[in-house]
């Protein structure tokens, strides 16, 4: 039966990587095709018919990063007269990620401009998707998008309203605490972000590569659709499993893909990818036990810069 891996490999040294200059200009790289192996080659051009551009992003443990700047951690991008976002019991959500998208490499049908954030709520057990397990909902995480922004910092929120002392997560404003395990990082840290373009084909994950490689009846559930095939699904997992951080493509799971099962989340697609790592430094994110952390988007709300109807979904072996 087929197992997922969940050791993370990272390179320390990417080909092409290209790092936050803080402004625009930084075309994306017309990018090769993944090689397929032989033992997968009469699907190639099923294979690259799938193909997609998409961003790899590598982590850095930093201090002191600008509030604009892309970035897994640490304080928000919040001017002034905004609203830092809520969870159910009134508490501010805390940041997870954003992208300066005036940083990263032209990725095709994406804002060239503005800051995307993503919030959880640390105070949730389940980190954001409750224990009614909401993919779409957005009561316990959010994305934020700022179409302009703001480095004038007298401009700017410049206190980060949740913030980790003595393994708890401390919310500034009334010193509400929680057990710091709700958090993926256990440091309390925050992280660099550099951008490095490639094109990627359908990942062995996705609830829809056996129907368009391998001709599965796509009616089936993934197990089922295996079992006619593992040593061709066993081969392509071997090839193109997706996981690490990224930005754009196709998602990788430690467990089954969401929307395979579940016809109302049909027609999302990967959106921001943030994957478990331990760094060298001793610094670690870690999703429950080595898992994976996926926002989606449909293309017709991303067309339309809408980030209000996001997927989310996180899981672990």
């Not at 551009?53 to 930093?62: E, F, G, H, S």
């Not at 990263?104 to 009614?132: A, K």
């Not at 057990?179 to 062995?204: A, C, D, K």
């Not at 080595?290 to 996180?314: C, H, Q, S």
Request: charged fraction near 25%; proline fraction near 8%.
């Amino acid at each position: 039966m087929l197992t997922k891996n969940t050791n993370k490999k990272f390179s320390s040294s990417p080909a092409h990587v290209f790092v936050p200059q803080g402004r625009r200009g930084l075309a994306m790289a017309s990018q090769s095709l993944p090689e397929i192996p032989a033992n997968l080659a009469e699907h190639a051009e099923k294979i690259h018919a799938t193909a997609k551009d998409a961003l790899r992003v590598k982590l850095t443990p930093a201090k002191d990063l600008p509030l604009w700047q892309s970035k897994v951690g640490g304080t928000p991008y919040m001017p002034v007269n905004a609203d830092y976002p809520k969870g159910p019991a009134g508490d501010p959500l805390k940041l997870l990620a954003q992208i300066n998208l005036s940083e990263i490499p032209r990725l095709p049908g994406y804002p060239e401009s503005g800051i995307l954030q993503f919030y959880l709520d640390p105070f949730d057990e389940f980190l954001g998707l409750g224990g009614e397990f909401d993919h779409t909902g957005q009561k316990r995480y959010r994305v934020l998008y700022f179409e302009t922004v703001e480095t004038d910092t007298s401009k700017l929120k410049t206190e980060d309203p949740l913030r980790v002392e003595g393994g708890k997560i401390v919310n500034a404003a009334n010193a509400k605490a929680s057990l710091e395990h709700n958090w993926p990082f256990q440091s309390g840290g925050q992280y660099s972000m550099e951008f490095e373009p490639f094109r990627q084909v359908i990942t062995s994950d996705d609830y829809r590569t056996g129907s368009i490689v391998f001709d599965c009846n796509p009616n089936l559930p993934w197990h089922e659709q295996y079992a006619t095939k593992p040593e061709l699904f066993d081969a392509y997992e071997e090839a193109f499993k997706g996981s690490g951080h990224q930005f754009g493509g196709y998602p990788y799971f430690t467990q089954d893909d969401p929307r395979g099962a579940n016809t109302n989340l049909r027609g999302y697609e990967l959106l921001f990818q943030l994957d478990s790592q331990v760094f060298a430094s001793g610094d670690e994110i870690i999703w429950g036990d080595m898992g994976v952390a996926n926002f989606f988007i449909k293309p017709e709300d991303l067309e339309k810069r809408d980030f209000t109807k996001i997927m989310y979904n996180w899981d672990c072996s």
